[in-house]
T-cell receptor
Framework: DTAVSQTPKYLVTQMGNDKSIKCEQN?????MYWYKQDSKKFLKIMFS???????INETVPNRFSPKSPDKAHLNLHINSLELGDSAVYFC?????????????FGQGTRLTVV | DAKTTQPNSMESNEEEPVHLPCNHS???????IHWYRQLPSQGPEYVIH???SNVNNRMASLAIAEDRKSSTLILHRATLRDAAVYYC?????????????FGTGTRLKVLA
């Protein structure tokens, strides 16, 4: 049973299109994240949500809009896709506090904008 | 922002110990040091974390310098399955506001 699952795994789309990536976690965590991994494998945080509330917005363009309908889901909608948005996007979750605050990552969504 | 620096790549022979270094000279007092690894085509997975004291778990050991400006991940006996990119990370923030700040990672190659 997958702890953090993302869909789709691959996404190929044209410039200017709007697309969404969905994420679900079944770990009962309060905090969820979106990370972007570029072609050089560098991982950078984009957003975090705690209990459906936006906590971190790391100077991401307004074209990116996260939505958390409940604690177990954090979706990422991207408007007007650009070539530079091509990357692997990872969703993650963690407990909000306590001793075991390691993050659990999904398998990633490889977005290719052509 | 907080930053960690790691060697781009390292090699190890199978069944031998591996020491993966990380510098984090701008670490603040409440930052936790986390290590994750990423196997090909997968998401990062947790390895170990610590604050000030050395830590051991079934996967690895973490040695933290006394001034906390550097740490070393120790794999006691490398196997071929340990070939991955290892990330040294600072976890910053308070409960509910955590931010995992990734370094550039070390690609570990294990030779049979």
């Amino acid at each position: 049973d997958t702890a953090v699952s993302q869909t789709p795994k691959y996404l190929v789309t044209q410039m200017g299109n709007d697309k969404s990536i969905k994420c679900e976690q079944n770990l009962g965590h309060d905090t969820m994240y979106w990370y972007k991994q570029d072609s050089k494998k560098f991982l950078k945080i984009m957003f975090s949500y705690n209990n459906k509330e936006l906590i971190i917005n790391e100077t991401v363009p307004n074209r990116f809009s996260p939505k958390s309908p409940d604690k177990a889901h954090l979706n990422l909608h991207i408007n007007s896709l650009e070539l530079g948005d091509s990357a692997v996007y990872f969703c993650a979750s963690s407990q909000a506090g306590g001793l075991n605050t390691e993050a659990f990552f999904g398998q990633g969504t490889r977005l290719t904008v052509v | 922002d907080a930053k960690t620096t790691q060697p781009n790549s390292m090699e190890s022979n199978e069944e031998e110990p591996v020491h993966l270094p990380c510098n984090h000279s701008t670490i603040s007092g409440t930052d936790y040091i986390h290590w994750y690894r990423q196997l090909p085509s997968q998401g990062p997975e947790y390895v170990i974390h610590g604050l000030t004291s050395n830590v051991n778990n079934r996967m690895a050991s973490l040695a933290i310098a006394e001034d906390r400006k550097s740490s070393t991940l120790i794999l006691h006996r490398a196997t071929l399955r340990d070939a991955a990119v290892y990330y040294c990370i600072l976890r910053r923030g308070t409960s509910g506001t955590y931010k995992y700040i990734f370094g550039t990672g070390t690609r570990l190659k294990v030779l049979a």
